[in-house]
């Protein structure tokens, strides 16, 4: 009996970082097709090709599956070395604000994966779990962004109006994330050709002139 016990363990075991990160990554795909409601730990176990004790093994439920799925989202969206880099960068505090929007929307904007369509869901439809992912996640990245507006503006991070300016400039690219993310035609109904390099462009130039309202002079 020990022996059929210690045979199961393995077989649960095996390389446990990798099996983690297939589990995460099946799942994440189910959930970006079909949401996480309709996501079942069997769906997941037999896509991956998993022991059907796996994911409680790994992840103690279905539940802390999912949880792991939203942190490896926000570890892909905006992973928080990157913004160090550009807060730590010995350039001026315009090109840092530039470089932070480039980054932003090249990772949230222009990545055809999962991850983007997983948050997206959660964006439309919050979970239980979304409290703790942004204390966890989003709260220490929110600090350094925080930083690098302050840089330019010379508003100080107690000041309401550097969080009005912070929200002001971002609002526009994830309310067009959602649209382009949740696959509606709203662009395709405009009376003229519209490409999504030049709205990118647009909005970038918008939240630039934008930001200047909010600088101290």
């Known amino acids: ?53 796996a994911i409680n093994y790994h992840f103690g439920s279905h539940d802390g599956l999912y949880v792991a799925v939203l942190e490896e989202v926000h570890r892909y969206l905006l ?20 470089q932070f929007l480039d980054t932003f929307i090249l990772n949230v904007w222009k990545k055809e994966c999962w991850q983007i369509k997983v948050w997206a869901r959660e964006l439309m439809n919050p979970s239980p779990f979304i ?13 350094i962004v925080v930083k690098i507006f302050s840089g330019y503006t010379g508003l100080s991070k ?31 109904l405009l009376p003229v050709r519209y490409s999504e390099e030049d709205l990118i462009e647009d909005l970038k130039a918008f939240a630039l002139k934008g930001i200047e309202v909010f600088c101290q002079k």
């Open 79 to 98: 992973n928080i070395k990157e913004l160090q880099e550009i807060e730590e960068k010995n350039i001026s505090a315009k090109e840092k604000l530039v």
């Open 158 to 188: 107690n000041n309401p109006k550097l969080y009005s300016c912070i929200l002001s400039t971002m609002a526009p690219f994830a309310l067009t994330f959602l649209v382009r993310s949740n696959n509606t035609e709203v662009i395709k």
């Open 131 to 143: 409290a703790k992912i942004l204390s966890e996640n989003a709260i220490p990245k929110l600090n």
């Open 1 to 53: 009996m020990k022996k059929i016990k210690h045979v199961k363990n393995n077989m649960l075991r095996g390389d446990g970082n990798a099996t983690k990160a297939l589990l995460i990554d099946v799942a994440g795909k189910l959930i970006a097709e079909q949401g996480y409601e309709k996501t079942t730990s069997k769906n997941i176990c037999e896509r991956a090709k998993a022991n059907s004790a």
